[in-house]
């Protein structure tokens, strides 16, 4: 019975594996991470999040559990919320935080790239209505700025701050006077970070799993 369940488990994460990019071993890590979360339970809730300190005073933290529980990001084509997630979605939505491997042909990274951003998107863009405001837009420079340890928070502050201005010259600066800004799209989220690089910088460390060390290949 045991060997049964085992070799079934075993089965389910190989298939995982095969569509999400993580290891076996990575697999089997998150696997423990998340039951820990749900204590044991297994469904993960927002309040799972609850007693994770090092997510505490993360500037975002709300949008990053949000995330977890956003249709957007199970790659099912739905919207909306959901109140509880299994493990496989848990897996999905952490995979867009997994380093792009090493051995993909240029498609294959700008396709990764593409749906990190997308992901990156959703996490602003709350009301899905398709856009993400100056501010917002503000949050996500400033939260791939503090990935550069180098970086102190004042300047990527600053950085910011120049960058929200800098779009809103280029996008409201092409607006007649009578018409109405309604935000960032995303096909203008893609033009305005395509010199930015994020395939290394989103990463996510609150689950004692450094995404950053996981080296995935294809």
Avoid: W
Wanted: glycine letters at 6%.
């Amino acid at each position: 019975m045991g060997s049964s369940q085992s070799t079934t488990e075993e089965h389910n994460f190989q298939l995982l594996a095969d569509r999400t990019g993580f290891s076996l071993e990575q697999i089997r890590i998150l696997h423990k991470r998340f039951k820990h979360l749900t204590h044991d339970k297994d469904t993960l809730r927002r309040e799972d999040f609850e007693d994770i300190s090092d997510l505490t005073f993360n500037p975002i933290r709300s949008q990053i559990v949000e995330a977890f529980f956003d249709k957007r990001n199970f790659g099912h084509n739905e919207v909306g919320s959901v109140e509880e997630i299994g493990f496989e979605e848990f897996l999905t939505v952490m995979s867009h935080f997994r380093p792009t491997g090493q051995h993909l042909t240029e498609e294959e990274k700008d396709k990764i790239r593409q749906e990190k951003l997308r992901f990156l998107f959703n996490m602003h863009d709350k009301d899905n209505d398709g856009t993400i405001t100056l501010d917002e837009y503000r949050h996500v420079v400033e939260e791939l700025l503090s990935s550069y340890p180098e970086i102190e928070s004042e300047t990527a502050k600053a950085i910011a701050d120049a960058a929200m201005l800098e779009v809103a010259s280029v996008t409201m600066g092409q607006m007649a006077p009578d018409e109405f800004y309604e935000g960032i799209t995303f096909e203008h989220f893609l033009k305005i970070l395509k010199g930015v690089e994020i395939e290394t910088k989103m990463h996510i460390r609150f689950l004692n799993v450094d995404t950053t060390t996981m080296s995935c290949g294809k």
